[in-house]
């Protein structure tokens, strides 16, 4: 019965803090210089090379990202592109979305990074592919979302969907 009392005014109390001392911080609030520790293999994520979405995906091989170099990508209007496989979260009207593609060299892991928290699908034989990793924003870094896929040697296309701004930043390297 103590037991139980004691938990509840535990509880009680953690309801009385304040709004903001429930809130966490920001990485921003908490890290002394923000991409100086970069996941291994990212070191080019703010090279920003200027690049432009394909329209469709047969045309994806004029958007082509190469492998560990860090894009500041145009995207378009939701509208103005056609998807060969329907994002999961195509994002509403008013957003954003993009295609590019990237080569595999060799069978393994390899790791798309964005700048946002838009939806990515990677393509293999005109299949989208399950990642085998996700990660969430890495401590004290512009990247706010990475997702790891088991390729086979090739071209792939990468699709990004709903993200709420025109530009975006994008990075795939092979995995460490």
Request: net charge neutral.
């Amino acid at each position: 019965m103590r037991r139980l009392m004691l938990t509840a005014v535990t509880v009680l109390t953690a309801c009385a803090l304040p709004a903001s001392a429930q809130e966490t911080r920001h990485p921003t609030e908490i890290c002394t210089a923000m991409d100086a520790a970069l996941p291994a293999g990212f070191g080019a994520w703010n090279g920003k090379a200027a690049i432009g979405t394909a329209p469709s995906p047969e045309h994806a091989v004029h958007a082509p990202l190469v492998l560990g170099k860090g894009y500041e990508a145009q995207l378009a209007k939701k509208a103005e592109v056609t998807f060969s496989v329907e994002p999961e979260k195509p994002g509403g009207s008013a957003s954003y979305s993009g295609l590019f593609s990237f080569t595999a060299e060799i069978a393994g892991n390899y790791t798309v990074a964005l700048g946002s928290a838009a939806w990515i699908d990677v393509l293999e034989d005109g299949k989208t592919l399950a990642p085998s990793k996700f990660d969430h924003e890495p401590e004290c870094t512009t990247i706010r979302k990475m997702l790891v896929f088991g390729l086979k040697p090739g071209v792939h296309v990468l699709q990004v969907a709903g993200n709420g701004a025109d530009k975006l930043r994008v990075m795939v390297a092979k995995a460490s």
